[in-house]
């Protein structure tokens, strides 16, 4: 055993492109440090939710030069077998740790199949490469990002021609030809051939994010900005001048792209201490909103001034903006299918029926709202939103927040703020608290026994609330197809629980349901909400034994 695993690893560096991983394999075989040479050859980086994603780092399940020169060498042979030879693939990436690397590495494996590739000209958000595919006609798009992972983290995100992510049977048939991939020797990696992209395409999409705004419309919100150590300052900051929104307070410490994430330990406005500097910022500028992309821009955060909260600021809830935009769009007679994930507030659904609109549920992900017919509007409650589905068919950080800006900017005309829109909104469809369970874990069988725990056991009631019907979402719905998941529905409650797609992380998703008949019920409402959603949490945890 011990000799196969050296052997193994020994293969492995022999094509090894990256001097740097080269080394540190090496140092490992050296040392014959089994545990780690084991935990890197236990098998490969899966070809998940839309491409790959992982720890950087040598060997097989790690993210490297060598999975990525495979990966683009699997999407090559399945874009070739699809009759797509000598079609456009565009790359785009972040700012992370070898990002670049990676892209390089993907244009040089495409234009050595036959196929033609075009690179972004420097690390930009996410949503642009989305662009960049429907605008330049591509027949297929790689983002090199990890989205708001940990720095150590990098990943591998595939869309096809229509600028939406991959989906089955997509991925299962990129992720066998992958597989089907032999020796790196054997990949032809030209040293040139393929396209660097001027600012064209990025002219072109900001250009376009014009089109989220109403003609006329006041511009006079005042934001405070983070782009947490990523790539949107530039880009967000240039589409409010062309928008005419004064410039955005920009969070210094934060406003440049740094692999490193040196002030959050986590790059994500979800996490806790996150949006630390940006508040702190905001008690200085005295601004209408904060405003706070992810480091590859697809997400868009939002906070508020309240009184009530800790610090004077507020963060939204992903459904609460999810609402807002809803709501917004609506008052402007925006007409089309509003669609969600299942994991996101019910609310949406109601407010699209009440303006006549379309309404879809999804499963998790913006790969499939970006599929859905007709779409006009789509939200995700992990502060994703897409706002303009003929421009970007993914989440976009960008032209949410000129969105969300414009909205407070209407308000602010009439002496209110995104909290008496919330107000209104619950008044008028009822309050919709929602909040999460999320637990990460080091071993990924902590998920595996709670997700057998409750299917095997599943709760009866949670915070005293019947659970009136139970549904495991492996097996599939008449709307849905199957994905590994649990759904309950209780009396005047939701809970989903799965297992993240992209994190270690199991997430449950609670929501709660309180009639309002006035403006006056509210507070009752809101402190009936939050026990709720506090009981259901309590319960849920020991159910699933985590």
């Not at 440049?256 to 201490?273: K, S, Y």
């Not at 609109?357 to 992900?365: A, C, R």
């Amino acid at each position: 055993m011990q000799q196969d695993l050296i052997a193994q690893a020994r293969t492995w560096l022999a094509e090894d492109p990256d001097p740097e991983t080269r080394d540190e394999l090496a140092k490992l075989i050296d040392t014959e440090d089994l545990d780690e040479l084991a935990a890197r050859f236990a098998g490969t980086l899966q070809f998940g939710t839309a491409g790959l994603r992982g720890e950087l780092g040598a060997g097989p399940m790690r993210m490297n030069r060598s999975v990525v020169i495979r990966a683009a060498a699997g999407l090559a042979a399945y874009l070739k077998a699809q009759g797509q030879t000598g079609g456009l693939v565009v790359i785009g990436y972040d700012a992370r740790y070898k990002s670049a690397d990676f892209a390089r590495d993907t244009a040089a494996v495409m234009t050595g199949a036959g196929l033609r590739a075009a690179v972004l000209p420097r690390p930009l958000p996410t949503p642009v490469l989305a662009f960049a595919i429907r605008h330049l006609g591509a027949v297929a798009g790689v983002e090199v990002t990890a989205s708001h992972n940990p720095p150590r983290d990098n990943g591998y995100k595939v869309y096809l021609g229509d600028g939406s992510q991959i989906v089955p049977p997509a991925d299962g048939e990129i992720a066998d030809a992958i597989a089907a991939v032999g020796p790196l020797a054997g990949v032809d990696r030209p040293e040139s051939g393929w396209e660097i992209l001027g600012d064209e395409v990025l002219d072109a999409y900001l250009a376009r994010t014009d089109a989220v705004l109403a003609a006329g419309s006041p511009r006079t919100a005042q934001a405070v900005y983070t782009a947490m150590h990523g790539v949107g300052t530039s880009v967000l900051t240039a589409a409010f001048s062309r928008a005419g929104f004064p410039a955005p307070v920009l969070v210094t410490e934060q406003a440049e792209p740094d692999p490193a994430f040196p002030t959050v330990a986590f790059p994500n406005p979800e996490e806790p201490g996150a949006m630390d500097l940006a508040f702190a910022t905001a008690r200085r500028a005295n601004p209408d909103l904060v405003i706070a992309n992810d480091p590859d821009a697809d997400r868009c955060a939002v906070a508020v001034p309240d009184t009530t909260a800790d610090g004077g600021w507020r963060m939204l809830r992903g459904d609460e903006v999810g609402a807002l935009l809803a709501a917004h769009l609506v008052a402007r007679g925006a007409t089309g299918v509003f669609a969600e994930s299942i994991v996101s507030s019910s609310l949406l659904g109601r407010i699209a029926e009440k303006a006549g609109n379309g309404y879809e549920e999804t499963l998790t992900g913006f790969k499939w709202i970006a599929r859905v017919d007709g779409l006009r509007y789509g939200y995700e409650e992990a502060l994703g939103y897409c706002v303009d589905p003929d421009g970007v068919r993914d989440k976009d950080g960008i032209t949410a927040a000129l969105l969300v800006a414009e909205l407070a900017s209407v308000l602010k005309e009439q002496g209110r703020t995104l909290l008496d829109l919330l107000d209104d909104i619950a008044v008028e469809h009822g309050l919709h608290a929602t909040d999460q369970l999320s637990v990460r874990v080091e071993d990924l069988s902590v998920i595996a026994d709670a997700m057998r725990r409750l299917r095997d056991t599943p709760p009866t009631a949670l915070a005293g609330l019947s659970v009136t019907s139970a549904e495991d979402l492996s097996e599939g719905t008449a709307q849905l197809p199957p994905t590994d998941g649990l759904r309950y529905h209780l009396d005047g409650a939701r809970v989903i629980v799965r297992p993240s797609g992209t994190e270690p992380k199991l997430k449950c998703y609670l929501e709660v349901v309180v009639p309002v008949g006035s403006a006056g019920e509210l507070p009752t409402a809101r402190a009936k909400g939050a026990e709720l959603l506090a009981g259901i949490k309590r319960d849920l945890s020991a159910a699933a034994g985590i």
